[in-house]
Structure formats: C-alpha cells, structure tokens
C-alpha cells in the first residue's frame, strides 16, 4: 500500500506544485502592496490544497488531511497526510524562486513517506521509511562534514515573540562560527540537508505541515533529527534541529552554550 500512498502523494506534489508555477510565472505578481499580495496568496494556497487534497482523498478516503488551508486541522492521528500547498510563501510572494509543495505520510507520531516538490527546478524529493532518500530518482546522503566551523548553517525566525530573544542569541553564536543564512522553506531547507548542500538547519515554532514531508527525507538520507536542545523531536512542538551525526553533536552542544 505505501507504494500507491507514495505514487498518490507524487502526483498530487506535481499538481499543486504547476499551480504556484503558473502564478509565480505571471509578471502582475512580482511587487504588490503586502495586504493585496497576501490575499492573492491565500487563494493560491487555497487552490493549490483543494487540488492536492483531491487527490489524496478520493484514493484514500479513510486518511484524513491535515493541511494550513481549508482542512482538518486535529492533533494526534494515528495517521494523516500532512499537505503544505505553499512552503516559502514570503518567497514566493517576492518572487524569490524558493518555495515547495511538501507532503507528508505518517502513522502513529512516526513519518512513513516523504514528498517535496520544487515546481521551479523541478526537484522531486522523496522517502520511504527505511528505503532511503531520493532526488529525482537518484538516491542522496547528508554531507561528510564534520567541523562546524565554516559549515553552512541555515536558520530561521519564529513567529512568537517570546522565542525572538533566544534566537538572536543562538545567532550571534552561530555568526562567530560561520556564514548564517536564513532562505525561508522548511522544506525545501530539510530537503537540502538531506542531499548535502546545507550542513545544519534548526527552527522554532514551526507548524506540523511544515515539517511532516522534510522530516523523513532529511532522516533517511543520514541525518540526525532532534529539537534544538537535544530532545526528542515532536512533529506537533514544531522545533527541529537536523544535521548529519558530527554536524549535529557539535552543533547541539555551540547552541546549549
């Protein structure tokens, strides 16, 4: 079954993913006022999550969908697809040619399949549970690096304020070791991680959808997933830390400093 699972997911990923291309392609897009390119936004979203959706459901119509637009939105499924029709929609918003479909398959709080989709590069990414992690077909691994220092580590900013003064912290830290970035697709970012290009990458105060696809493809291909204190890492607490084993083992430790 998870075969037909990960087929379905691949092609509902193509589907939205020609969504956002179409609208990213359109030159009335490039800049607009923030109120008009947000609504904009949202129905593109909204577009992208009904497509997705159904596809998932008349295939599978006893999984239920947990997505960021017009979807269940439930803690806990012993099982769920995760949908983010719309990874990196600052991005996508300013045109800026970073964003994702990402779609997630899990079972009982543990990711089974992993889909992520860059409609711009066309980059399937992809992953079943213990099969391995795949870049359009060609199987990928989590960098050999194992100095932090100058490592390319990828951040970014949480929305609630009460985590603002930690980050900045962990920056500053970061900044003395390395050259920080902060590129704005969670699962774009995990996916890069997994093939080797980014060598760390932690978060807070993500949501499920964000994460659920990225999670297993950055597992599969080598990499060490935790929250950024060490612990386990909890979809629904939405702070990750992923990295591969040396990277992640001095990382934690710079950030706990």
Same mark, same amino acid.
């Given at each position: 079954?998870?075969s037909?699972?990960?087929?379905?997911?691949i092609?509902?990923s193509?589907?939205?993913?020609?969504?956002?291309k179409?609208y990213f392609?359109?030159?009335?897009?490039s800049?607009?006022?923030?109120?008009?390119?947000?609504?904009l936004?949202t129905?593109?979203d909204i577009?992208?999550?009904?497509?997705?959706? %159904? &596809?998932? =459901?008349k *295939?599978f119509?006893?999984?239920?969908v @947990?997505?960021e637009? #017009? %979807? &269940?939105q =439930?803690? *806990?499924?012993?099982?769920?697809?995760y @949908?983010?029709?719309? #990874?990196?929609?600052?991005?996508?918003?300013?045109?800026?040619?970073?964003f994702s479909v990402?779609?997630?398959?899990?079972?009982?709080?543990e990711?089974v399949?992993?889909v992520v989709f860059?409609?711009i590069r066309r980059d399937?990414?992809?992953?079943?549970?213990?099969e391995?992690?795949?870049?359009?077909?060609?199987r990928i691994?989590?960098?050999?690096?194992?100095?932090?220092?100058?490592s390319?580590l990828v951040?970014g900013?949480?929305?609630?304020?009460?985590k603002h003064?930690?980050?900045e912290?962990?920056?500053?830290?970061?900044?003395?070791l390395?050259?920080l970035?902060?590129?704005g697709?969670?699962?774009?970012?995990?996916?890069?991680?997994?093939c080797?290009?980014?060598?760390?990458y932690?978060?807070?105060?993500?949501?499920s959808w964000d994460?659920?696809?990225g999670v297993?493809i950055?597992?599969?291909?080598g990499?060490i997933i935790?929250?950024?204190?060490?612990?386990?890492?909890?979809?629904?607490?939405?702070?990750i830390?992923a990295?591969?084993?040396?990277i992640?083992?001095k990382?934690?430790?710079?950030?706990k400093q």
């Open positions: 079954m998870s037909s699972i990960l087929e379905a997911m092609i509902a193509f589907t939205g993913g020609n969504i956002l179409k392609e359109k030159e009335n897009l800049v607009l006022q923030k109120s008009v390119s947000y609504d936004v129905n593109i577009e992208s999550q009904e497509e997705i959706n %159904s &596809i998932l =459901t *295939r119509p006893d999984i239920p @947990v997505g637009e #017009d %979807s &269940i =439930t803690r *806990r499924q012993s099982r769920a697809f @949908v983010d029709p719309l #990874d990196g929609t600052f991005n996508f918003v300013h045109k800026y040619p970073f990402s779609l997630g398959y899990w079972e009982n709080n990711p399949i992993g860059d409609p399937l990414f992809y992953a079943q549970k213990g391995g992690a795949f870049l359009n077909g060609e691994t989590v960098s050999d690096r194992t100095i932090l220092e100058g390319y951040t900013f949480p929305y609630k304020e009460g003064s930690r980050i912290k962990e920056i500053r830290l970061a900044m003395k390395t050259d970035r902060v590129l697709s969670t699962a774009l970012e995990l996916c890069y991680v997994a080797g290009i980014i060598d760390g932690w978060e807070y105060d993500l949501s994460l659920a696809g297993l950055a597992k599969e291909a990499a935790t929250d950024p204190s060490g612990g386990d890492f909890d979809l629904y607490e939405g702070d830390l990295a591969p084993p040396a992640h083992q990382l934690l430790k710079a950030l």
